[in-house]
C-alpha cells in the first residue's frame, strides 16, 4: 500500500513567486489536508478537501489556495510568496473525514 | 489563541526509563486525541489515538490517559529506546459534520524526546 507522497521534496523560490505543491493521497482515501510546519513548531491547518471540494480552512490569507481532483489527488498553490512562508508543507490524507490522518514527508519551500 | 499547550518543550529520558508528555486543550468541542512522533527530514506519523469515551489507552510501550474534566491528556512511553528519540506533538480535533473547523488538527508546540544509553 503506497502511503501518501508529495512533490517536490525541496523548493526554493524568491518574494513574489507562484508556487504549486503536489500531493497523492493513499489508496482508497477522499480527504486530504494541509498543513504548514514552521520550523521548531507544530504543523498549522491550512484547509482540508473532501471528494474535490473545500471542507473547511485555518487561518490563512486567499493567497494559499487548493484543489482536490478526481482521483484525489490534491495541490497547494501560493501567490505572491512571502519570506514568512518558509515553511514544511505537509498533506495528509485520510479514508473519510472522521478517520486518522496520515501525513506524507512534505515539502521543504525556502523563499529567498 | 493556542488551543492545545504542550509541556515540556525538551524532555532528556534514560534508556529504560519512563517518557511522560503532558497536553492540555480549551476546546471542549474536541473529541479526537491522536498523538503523532516526527524524525528529522520526515513527515508526523501516527502513534495512538483516543476519543473521550475511555480514560486510558495502551498500544505496545504506548499510554495514553486522558482526563476529561481536566481538559488534559498524557503519553507515556514505557521502557524507553534511543530509537524513540524523536519530536513528539499532541494534537485534537473535532468531528462536527459541519461548520469550519470540522476535522481539522490542531497541534501543540511540540516536545523534543532525547533518550540516552
Known amino acids: 500500500e503506497t502511503g501518501v507522497t508529495q512533490s517536490p521534496t525541496h523548493l526554493i523560490k524568491t518574494r513574489g513567486q507562484q508556487v504549486t505543491l503536489r500531493c497523492s493521497s493513499q489508496s482508497g482515501h477522499n480527504t486530504v489536508s494541509w498543513y504548514q510546519q514552521a520550523l521548531g513548531q507544530g504543523p498549522q491547518f491550512i484547509f482540508q478537501?473532501?471528494?474535490?471540494?473545500?471542507?473547511g480552512r485555518g487561518n490563512f490569507p486567499p493567497r494559499f489556495s487548493g484543489l482536490q481532483f478526481p482521483n484525489y489527488s490534491s495541490e497547494l498553490n501560493v501567490n505572491a510568496l512571502e519570506l514568512d512562508d518558509s515553511a514544511l508543507y505537509l498533506c495528509?490524507?485520510?479514508?473519510?473525514?472522521?478517520?486518522?490522518?496520515?501525513f506524507g514527508d512534505g515539502t521543504r519551500l525556502s523563499i529567498l | 489563541q493556542q488551543q492545545v499547550k504542550q509541556s515540556p518543550q525538551s524532555l532528556i529520558v534514560q534508556k529504560g526509563g519512563i517518557s511522560i508528555i503532558n497536553c492540555a486543550y480549551e476546546?471542549?468541542?474536541?473529541?479526537?486525541f491522536p498523538w503523532y512522533q516526527q524524525f528529522p527530514g520526515k513527515g508526523p506519523a501516527l502513534l495512538i489515538a483516543i476519543r473521550p469515551d475511555v480514560s486510558e489507552k495502551k498500544e505496545g510501550r504506548f499510554t495514553i490517559s486522558f482526563n476529561k474534566s481536566a481538559k488534559q491528556f498524557s503519553l507515556h512511553i514505557m521502557d524507553s529506546q534511543p530509537g524513540d528519540s524523536a519530536t513528539y506533538f499532541c494534537a485534537a480535533s473535532k468531528s462536527e459534520h459541519s461548520g469550519a473547523g470540522s476535522y481539522q488538527l490542531t497541534f501543540g508546540k511540540g516536545t523534543k524526546l532525547s533518550v540516552i544509553p
Open positions: 478537501y473532501y471528494r474535490e471540494e473545500e471542507n
Open positions: 476546546n471542549t468541542a474536541f473529541d479526537y
Open positions: 495528509a490524507s485520510s479514508a473519510d473525514r472522521l478517520e486518522p490522518q496520515h
